[in-house]
């Protein structure tokens, strides 16, 4: 079964600070793996997308990925409070599959 | 732009009735959407894909006599939610892809209560 796994927090960021999201799968098959950001009651926006090992950056927005490790990473930098949501980890094993998305981390940035 | 679009926002209904909740993509055609599910303080589950001109694919655990769908066009999927009860309050949201893509757009959800 394709899990997706996240530390569902909160996790405390002072404003201005680094903040580091942390994500591992199961399936090794996964290809693609994406971020989203969902504020409380709203639907969730992609801030990015990865499938190839590495970073990727994006404005203030970084994703790591490590297919050895089975890990993806998001570090937001320059974190501001309109920040503070849960940020969801989903994979996908390509083709016509749907996302499997992890519990979500609640991300809080502190003024 | 990839915008995708749910009706209606929110639905209050008595139990043992139905629903229809529609997606569309309105600037992009998608032969494939999705369908989730989330409660409260819960991630996103993945109910069903919804294929254009073919029958939608469930995953497991979903009622598919329960929750029907249909991809009428590229533009349009319903999900109807048959004789609902107080368990199937939730907020449903569907996502589509653009062909030949992998990201997922997302509707703004519809938020179900069932009395």
């Known amino acids: 079964q394709k899990e997706v796994e996240q530390n569902s927090g909160p996790l405390s960021v002072p404003e201005g600070a680094i903040a580091s999201l942390n994500c591992t799968y199961s399936?090794?098959?996964?290809?693609?793996f994406f971020w989203y950001r969902q504020y409380s009651g709203k639907s969730p926006e992609l801030i990015m997308f990865?499938?190839?090992?590495g970073d990727k950056e994006d404005g203030r927005f970084t994703a790591q990925l490590n297919k050895a490790s089975q890990y993806v990473s998001l570090l937001i930098r320059d974190s501001q409070p309109s920040d503070s949501a849960t940020y969801l980890c989903?994979?996908?094993?390509?083709?016509?599959?749907?996302?499997?998305f992890g519990k979500g981390t609640h991300l809080i940035i502190q003024p | 732009g990839a915008v995708v679009s749910q009706h209606p926002s929110w639905v209050i209904c008595k139990s043992g009735t139905s629903v229809k909740i529609e997606c569309r993509s309105l600037?992009?055609?998608?032969?494939?959407m999705f369908w989730y599910r989330q409660f409260p303080k819960q991630s996103l589950m993945l109910m069903a894909t919804?294929?254009?001109?073919?029958?939608?694919?469930?995953e497991q655990g979903v009622e598919k006599d329960k929750f029907l769908i249909n991809h009428a066009s590229l533009t349009l999927s319903t999900l109807t939610v048959t004789s609902a009860h107080p368990e199937d309050s939730s907020f449903y949201i569907c996502?589509?892809?653009?062909?030949?893509?992998?990201?997922?757009?997302f509707g703004p959800g519809t938020r179900l209560t069932v009395l």
């Open positions: 996502s589509a892809r653009r062909d030949g893509g992998e990201m997922e757009f």
């Open positions: 399936d090794r098959g996964s290809q693609s």
């Open positions: 990865i499938y190839s090992n």
């Open positions: 989903g994979s996908s094993g390509g083709g016509a599959d749907g996302l499997t």
């Open positions: 600037d992009f055609q998608a032969t494939t």
């Open positions: 919804s294929n254009e001109g073919s029958k939608a694919t469930y």
